[in-house]
């Protein structure tokens, strides 16, 4: 199987429950919701957390959540830091510490056919997404040695 020539594998699934996000959740180990700091994402999380459970129970029994990464983050809005506050309250350490803040450098990387990192690798979601990188490797690492201890 492909999994075992790799550490990781990251499935990028369109925000719909179509047969392709199914079929990726099927075959995944864990999850990790992105989800914007607004008032409609938050409104909507309770109903993918539920899917994404029914498809953990009738399909994989395996399937986690890894955790919820806040994308298009803006400090600035009181509706950012409202919405990271019930975030925090009700997934906890499920909510990892890496933000991915709105910026025109990711926005404008697929038009130009481009991952971010090749496109603007010193712009602030291109670093952003690097440190998430670095955030997933050290959970990884930090459960694997609670799971030894």
């Known amino acids: 199987p492909v999994r075992e020539n790799y550490d990781y594998i ?3 699934c369109p925000p719909s429950l179509s047969m392709l996000t199914i079929n990726a959740l099927t ?4 999850v990790i919701i992105p989800m914007q700091c607004e008032y409609y994402a938050l409104e909507g999380l309770s109903d993918l957390v539920n899917s994404i459970q029914r498809i953990g129970q009738a399909l994989n029994p395996s399937l986690k959540i890894e955790g919820l990464l806040r994308t298009m983050y803006d400090p600035r809005s009181s509706l950012t830091n409202d919405v990271t506050e019930q975030l ?20 404008e990387a697929p038009s130009h056919g481009m991952p ?11 670093l952003a997404y690097l440190a998430l ?3 997933l490797s050290r959970r990884q690492r930090r459960a694997a040695r609670s799971a030894t201890a």
Do not use: C, M, W
Not at 88 to 107: C, M, Q, S, W
Not at 116 to 126: E, I, N, P, R, W
């Open 88 to 107: 925090k309250a009700h997934f906890g350490e499920k909510l990892y510490d890496t933000v991915i803040p709105r910026n025109v450098r990711l926005a």
């Open 10 to 12: 990251l499935i990028d």
């Open 116 to 126: 971010a990192l090749v496109y603007d690798k010193q712009s602030k979601g291109a």
């Open 133 to 135: 990188a670095g955030e």
């Open 27 to 30: 075959a995944a180990d864990g």
